[in-house]
C-alpha cells in the first residue's frame, strides 16, 4: 500500500440507516424484474454508458436516450440485466477498447444531467453515489466507483476510485493533485462474490465514504478547487492481456445519484 500524503483520514463507526452527514446512510435495493432491460430497473436518465467496443480510442458511448425506458438499451457481451435476480450487470475483458488516457478497458456508467448534458458540479454543495452491489469476478482489481475531475483544468484524472481486489479487499484512491499520484487506503473486506454496499459523498472539501456501515472521511487538497467533478459506476477493469475472456463481472441491485 502507498503511504498516506496529502489527505487526512478519520474513521468513524456508523451503523446502517444512521442519520449523520447528509446523504451517508446504507445502500437499499428495491425489487428489480428479471425479464427488463437495466433502464426498466434503475433510474439511466442520466447516465450514459462506456463499452470496451469501438474503435482504437473511441470506445462506443450510449447515450441516456437509448439506455432509459421504453427504449430499455442492453448488450449480452457488456451491459445486461441477470436473468436470475435482475441485477445490472456490467463485464470489461481485459483486452478491449480504451480511452486515450487508459490502458484498461471498461464497461462503466459516466453521470450525465437530465437535460442530456455531461454532469459537471462543483466540489460546494453535497453530492452522493449509493450503490448495492457485488463482483462474482474480477482478475486483479476493478474499480466500481469514481468522482472524475471535469472541467476547470487540463487534467483528466479521478479525484477518487473505490476498487474492489479478488481476494475481497476494498481499498480507496485518492488523487493527490490534478498532476496526479495515488494513494491508497483499505477501507473494507468483502467475500468475493457476496453483496455489500459504498455511499461516496463529497461535500465542501470532504470526502465521505461509507463501506457497509463504515465511514471514513478524507480531506481534499486545495489544488482541486478549480475543478467540477462528476460520478461513474459500474466496471472499470484494472488489468489488461490478450484475454477477451478474463475481466471484472460487477453487479447493481441499487445505484442512486443525489445532489444538494
Known amino acids: 500500500?502507498?503511504?498516506?500524503?496529502?489527505?487526512?483520514?478519520?474513521?468513524?463507526?456508523?451503523?446502517?440507516?444512521?442519520?449523520?452527514?447528509?446523504?451517508?446512510?446504507?445502500?437499499?435495493?428495491?425489487?428489480?424484474?428479471?425479464?427488463?432491460?437495466?433502464?426498466g430497473n434503475f433510474n439511466l436518465s442520466i447516465w450514459?454508458?462506456?463499452?470496451?467496443?469501438?474503435?482504437?480510442?473511441?470506445?462506443?458511448?450510449?447515450?441516456?436516450?437509448?439506455?432509459?425506458?421504453?427504449n430499455g438499451y442492453s448488450n449480452p457481451a457488456y451491459f445486461w440485466t441477470d436473468s436470475n435476480?435482475?441485477?445490472?450487470?456490467?463485464?470489461?475483458?481485459?483486452?478491449?477498447?480504451?480511452?486515450?488516457?487508459s490502458n484498461y478497458a471498461r464497461s462503466e456508467l459516466r453521470e450525465m444531467n437530465a437535460n442530456g448534458s455531461a454532469a459537471d458540479w462543483p466540489l460546494a454543495g453535497n453530492h452522493t453515489l449509493s450503490a448495492d452491489l457485488r463482483?462474482?469476478?474480477?482478475?486483479?482489481?476493478?474499480?466500481?466507483?469514481?468522482?472524475?475531475?471535469?472541467?476547470g483544468g487540463p487534467s483528466t484524472k479521478p479525484?477518487?476510485?473505490?476498487?474492489?481486489?479478488p481476494n475481497g479487499e476494498?481499498?480507496?484512491?485518492?488523487?493527490?493533485?490534478?498532476?496526479g499520484g495515488q494513494t491508497l487506503h483499505k477501507v473494507g473486506d468483502v467475500p468475493l462474490g457476496q453483496r455489500w454496499t459504498y455511499v461516496i459523498?463529497?461535500?465542501?472539501?470532504?470526502?465521505?465514504?461509507?463501506?457497509?456501515?463504515?465511514?471514513?472521511?478524507?480531506?481534499?487538497?486545495?489544488?482541486?478547487?478549480?475543478?467540477?467533478?462528476?460520478f461513474k459506476a459500474g466496471s472499470y477493469n484494472q488489468s489488461s492481456s490478450d484475454s477477451?475472456?478474463?475481466?471484472?463481472?460487477v453487479k447493481f441491485y441499487s445505484l442512486t445519484v443525489t445532489h444538494n
Open 1 to 39: 500500500m502507498k503511504r498516506r500524503s496529502l489527505l487526512a483520514l478519520t474513521t468513524t463507526a456508523a451503523v446502517a440507516g444512521t442519520l449523520g452527514v447528509a446523504g451517508i446512510t446504507s445502500a437499499s435495493a428495491a425489487a428489480l424484474d428479471p425479464a427488463l432491460p437495466p433502464g
Open 48 to 70: 450514459s454508458l462506456q463499452l470496451p467496443i469501438g474503435s482504437p480510442g473511441s470506445p462506443e458511448t450510449i447515450p441516456p436516450s437509448r439506455l432509459k425506458c421504453p
Open 85 to 101: 435476480d435482475g441485477s445490472m450487470t456490467f463485464w470489461a475483458p481485459e483486452k478491449g477498447v480504451t480511452t486515450p488516457n
Open 135 to 151: 463482483i462474482p469476478s474480477v482478475t486483479k482489481n476493478v474499480a466500481v466507483g469514481q468522482v472524475h475531475l471535469g472541467s
Open 159 to 165: 479525484l477518487l476510485e473505490l476498487y474492489y481486489r
Open 170 to 179: 476494498i481499498f480507496l484512491g485518492t488523487e493527490n493533485s490534478p498532476a
Open 201 to 230: 459523498n463529497v461535500t465542501g472539501n470532504k470526502i465521505n465514504l461509507t463501506i457497509n456501515g463504515t465511514r471514513t472521511t478524507y480531506t481534499i487538497p486545495s489544488s482541486f478547487n478549480p475543478y467540477k467533478q462528476y
Open 244 to 249: 477477451t475472456t478474463r475481466g471484472a463481472k
